[in-house]
C-alpha cells in the first residue's frame, strides 16, 4: 500500500509538471506543500486534491494563468 500511495504522489507532480509546461509556465512549477492536499506553484498556485483533483487558487493566480489554463483544461 506504501508503493502504491509513493506512486500516486509521483503520477501527480507528474501530471502538475506537464500542465504547467504544457501552458507555457513550467518556470512557475513547484512544490509548495504537502498534506490534506498538494499545493503547486507559489504565484501563480494551482491545489491537487483526491476529491476535486487540480483546481487553481485564483487569488493567486495571473489573469494570463487564469486564461491558459482554463482554455487547457476548462474551470
Do not use: N
Request: glycine fraction near 14%; proline fraction near 4%.
Amino acid at each position: 500500500m506504501e508503493d502504491d500511495a509513493q506512486q500516486i504522489g509521483y503520477l501527480v507532480i507528474a501530471e502538475a509538471m506537464r500542465r504547467f509546461e504544457e501552458i507555457g509556465m513550467g518556470y512557475e512549477f513547484g512544490v509548495q506543500g504537502i498534506g490534506e492536499c498538494v499545493v503547486f506553484g507559489g504565484t501563480p498556485r494551482v491545489i491537487w486534491h483526491p476529491v476535486t483533483g487540480f483546481i487553481l487558487d485564483k487569488p493567486y493566480c495571473s489573469q494570463d494563468f487564469i486564461e491558459k489554463w482554463e482554455a487547457a483544461y476548462g474551470k
